[in-house]
């Protein structure tokens, strides 16, 4: 158990609906950050939190959106899924806001059918 | 159409030997470098890192080797076992547009499978 804490492990959605992944760090860590694995692209960085403040910004879509709470917990939406959007995400945590080696979650795989 | 998955390289070993996995980055203002580990169903777990002002690295069983000139990292695996058969990525702590903070931009991985 890595310490950082992912619902659910498995999604299973049509096309067009909207979705909430749910993030817990680690105990202490102040960053939170969303990754998105896929056959094709690989590990792709979407978007980091720091003490609830949108710090860095990858190649996050329009239609998905995050945010992270007083208690530090953060949420990632998807919606108007696509089949493209199938794939795992990661949250991971870090203690400060530029500490990169950080601790990965176990995941959720999303599943747009 | 039809998506095409990523081709990682594969490396095959015998439980034992000594292990070489490389990676080529991209951007020559990154300044910190990760090997990640990830085993099937896991998440990335964190291996060992590397500043830029380093050209080497040791943990335990591992060594990574950092040659700034031709950006190249390598992770050394010695003694490989069969509990080291997973995905291996190497991360950059620089995208092209050279932004930091704690983003972190992935190889592609390299398959590891560790013969007993």
């Known amino acids: 158990d890595s310490g950082v804490t992912q619902t659910p492990k498995h999604l299973i959605t049509a096309t067009g609906q909207r979705v909430t992944l749910r993030c817990s760090p680690r105990s202490g860590d102040l960053s939170v950050y969303w990754y998105q694995q896929s056959l094709d692209q690989g590990l792709q960085f979407l978007i980091q939190y720091y003490n609830g403040e949108e710090r860095a910004k990858g190649n996050i879509l329009e239609r998905f959106s995050a945010q992270q709470f007083p208690d530090l917990h953060s949420e990632l939406n998807l919606s108007s899924l696509e089949l493209g959007d199938s794939a795992l995400y990661f949250c991971?945590?870090?203690?400060?806001?530029?500490?990169?080696?950080?601790?990965f979650g176990s995941g959720t795989r999303l599943t747009v059918v | 159409g039809e998506s095409v998955g990523l081709h990682l390289p594969t490396l095959s070993v015998q439980e034992g030997d000594n292990s070489i996995i490389n990676c080529a980055y991209s951007?020559?203002?990154?300044?910190?470098f990760i090997w990640y580990k990830q085993e099937s169903g896991k998440g990335p777990q964190f291996i060992i890192d590397?500043?830029?002002?380093?050209d080497k690295r040791q943990g335990q069983r591992v060594t990574v080797l950092l040659n700034k000139t031709v950006k190249h990292l390598s992770l050394q695996i010695a003694a490989t076992q069969p509990g080291d058969s997973a995905v291996y990525f190497c991360?950059?702590?620089?995208?092209?547009?050279?932004?930091?903070?704690?983003?972190?931009?992935f190889g592609q991985g390299t398959i590891l499978t560790v013969h007993p």
């Open positions: 991971a945590s870090s203690v400060g806001a530029a500490h990169y080696g950080y601790t």
């Open positions: 991360a950059e702590n620089r995208d092209a547009g050279g932004t930091s903070y704690g983003k972190l931009t």
């Open positions: 951007n020559s203002a990154s300044d910190y």
């Open positions: 590397i500043r830029s002002n380093m």
